[in-house]
């Protein structure tokens, strides 16, 4: 049986379970439209719904567990932009998306240069990259706690030993926290950036480069004119979805830190996650999750307007 007649059997037994299912004759428009809903259901319950809710949370407030709402219109708002732990929290909050980003960014295509190119033990090296991705997440910070500890810690004990400074450093103290826990995001999250580069890396067709060597381009040359204008609009999707994805990451800094010392690594997800769940202020996190979803719409539209406007699929060659 080929595989068109297969195919034809399995549809027409499609139609026929739908057909007895509604019991009558349908076309196929309806029946694609009866496949497609059970998705758009799952969708709107798990996406739609909570959106919301968490808009009209946000304009009422909220009595302890028992979640009796009571309207409070733009209260949360005007308390939420009047506090200073809001926009000390922004603050962080940045500082963390774009550092962590734009390390793993440029780490990423440095590596995914290198392991483009042909040495031995290459396909080891690619595998074992990934190796931080897999860690779950609350290993790899128990691991950074006890590494960079100001008492225990190896890696203190290793910079003390070497002479390169005279006491532990207090990685984890008021100066250092934020550091340290974009040190952390950028050792977890940048195999994502690696194995993206690196797959367009493979995808860009060798005449190029035995063309720009007629042309007597070097390899600065070569990797300006020919690999980074091939690079970018890959470049340009990773930027936006590592910004997002650490904009609103909670995980890792909130297991490394708590937000601490003080408020100095907290970031805008612990602190609804504070409010919410220690405060039980509901609509006062609300408020602070819809500032922070706003904050992302925004800046996504205008990171793609600039994108396309600049000529975004056209710059690859």
């Known amino acids: 049986m080929s595989i068109m007649e297969r195919n034809k059997r399995s549809w027409q037994s499609i139609r ?66 009047s506090t200073n732990d809001f926009w000390v929290s922004l603050k962080n909050n940045v500082v963390w998306a774009f550092g962590t980003m734009f390390l793993q960014l440029v780490l990423g295509v440095a590596i995914a240069l ?26 790899a910070v128990f691991n950074f706690r006890w590494i960079f500890n100001a008492t225990y810690g190896v890696f203190n004990y290793l910079i003390v030993t070497a002479g390169l400074v005279e006491e532990p450093i207090v990685f984890f103290g008021y100066e250092h926290a934020m550091t340290t826990a974009i040190l952390l995001g950028v050792w977890r999250f940048t195999p994502f950036v690696v194995i993206t580069v690196l797959a367009r890396l493979q ?20 990797f300006r004119y020919v690999t980074l204008p091939q690079l970018y609009n890959i470049l340009v999707i990773v930027v936006l979805l590592r ?42 996190a609300a408020a602070i999750a819809n500032v922070m979803f706003v904050i992302m719409m925004v800046a996504g539209f205008l990171y793609l307007q600039k994108f396309y406007k600049q000529g975004g699929t056209k710059n690859e060659a």
């Open 16 to 81: 026929g379970f739908a057909s007895r299912v509604v019991r009558r004759d349908i076309t196929e428009s309806e029946l694609g439209v009866s496949l497609i809903v059970p998705t758009l259901l799952v969708f709107a319950v798990i996406v739609i719904f909570p959106l919301l809710f968490a808009i009209y949370l946000g304009f009422h407030s909220s009595s302890g567990f028992s979640m009796t709402l009571e309207w409070a219109g733009l209260s949360n708002y005007t308390r939420l932009f």
């Open 114 to 139: 290198l392991l483009h190119r042909e040495f031995k033990g290459r396909k080891l090296f690619r595998g074992a990259v990934l190796f931080p991705y897999m860690v779950p997440t609350i290993v």
């Open 203 to 222: 995808t860009i067709p060798p005449s190029l480069y035995e063309a720009a060597e007629l042309d007597g381009a070097y390899k600065f040359a070569k």
């Open 243 to 284: 910004s997002v994805w650490m904009f609103k990451k909670f995980a890792p800094i909130y297991l490394l830190t708590g937000g601490g010392p003080g408020i100095s690594t907290q970031i805008l997800p612990i602190y609804a996650y504070i409010e919410a769940y220690q405060g039980l202020n509901f609509g006062y």
